[in-house]
């Protein structure tokens, strides 16, 4: 399972992270981008101009391997054992989607079986579920600040000392592409 979260400057982030990888992936993908709840998003359409992964609005449904599910605006989203469920709660820390939440939840699914990546974006939203994913012995990625349009987001996760790796966009989907060809399919731990 591999999640991704991103605010400012995160849509060309994602556009070039889902740009080089494969169009079969055995992993699930879950992302989260801070977004307004009074206008609609077009996220699921704009990735899949950039992609030939099945990419959709993320509901309360199972997780599917080759298939990246995007967090609607006005929701939290979460992972429950092999589910995604979407939380109809106000933003915590001002945002909703949460980051946080949805990389928390992963941790607690997937343990060791899942990779939390932080992307552009201002504010500190991402830093504790890195830390919590770390904790639960998975793979943690950071965009390189130095590159990032908003580097907010990236150096927050950075500085908790719970980043396995800060790489390009491209050195992204590079490891992603690794650790989801070396993993088993989109399992929870305790399964």
Known sequence: MVALGASAGGLHSLFT????????LDCCIAVATHLSPTHNSFIPE?????THLNVRRADNEPL????????PPRFHLTVEGNNFCLLDQPP????????????????NSFGPA????????????GAEGIRAVKNAGGITLVEDPTDAEF?????AAKLTG???????????????????SQAPPCRNHSS
């Open 17 to 24: 992270v889902f740009e080089n990888l494969p169009d079969s």
């Open 46 to 50: 704009l990735l899949s101009r950039h």
């Open 64 to 71: 599917r391997n080759g298939t990246i599910f995007v967090a």
């Open 92 to 107: 915590l820390h001002f945002v909703r989607p949460n980051i946080n939440l949805l990389f928390q939840s992963m941790a």
């Open 114 to 125: 899942c990779v939390a990546v932080v992307l552009s974006g201002t504010g500190k939203d």
């Open 151 to 155: 580097n907010d987001m990236p150096i």
């Open 162 to 180: 719970c980043v396995d790796f800060v790489l390009s966009l491209k050195g992204i989907s590079e490891k992603i592409l690794e650790i989801c």
